[in-house]
């Protein structure tokens, strides 16, 4: 998703990892792939990529419930060739004692800026 120059400060890059927690935790992969893309869908739909990746992540057999919010952190890189600009980590704690962690990517070289779900991940607590 291409971001308007006044939507690369913290509050916005935050609320954006907001957005994407809570089309998560409504199961909204399609919301969540049209919003914001998906990097690691190699060559699959991105929805059909962010459910089983996300699946993948939490690692259980069982229905997982989505249980509590964690604060959304906002890390800026430093001035890189890449275009790399800032990552938006997205936690999100189970009720099993895991935690996924949603990453939105910001990227963009001239003042243009896109910001992309980059990857899902579990981890155990």
Not at 88 to 109: F, H, N, Q
Request: aromatic letters at 8%; one cysteine or more; hydrophobic letters at 45%.
């Amino acid at each position: 998703m291409k971001l308007l120059p006044t939507q690369t400060d913290e509050a916005s890059l935050s609320a954006f990892g907001e957005e994407a927690l809570a089309l998560l935790i409504q199961r909204d992969y399609l919301g969540l792939a049209n919003r914001f893309g998906y990097a690691l869908a190699y060559g699959r739909s991105p929805s059909d990529a962010i459910e089983a990746d996300f699946m993948a992540a939490v690692a259980s057999p069982l229905t997982v419930t989505l249980c509590k919010y964690m604060p959304v952190v906002v890390k800026y890189f430093a001035p890189n060739e890449t275009g790399l600009f800032a990552v938006v980590e997205c936690p999100i704690r189970l009720t099993d004692g895991t935690s996924v962690l949603l990453e939105l990517i910001v990227a963009g070289r001239d003042g243009e800026k896109h910001i992309t779900l980059e990857d899902i991940s579990g981890v155990i607590e």
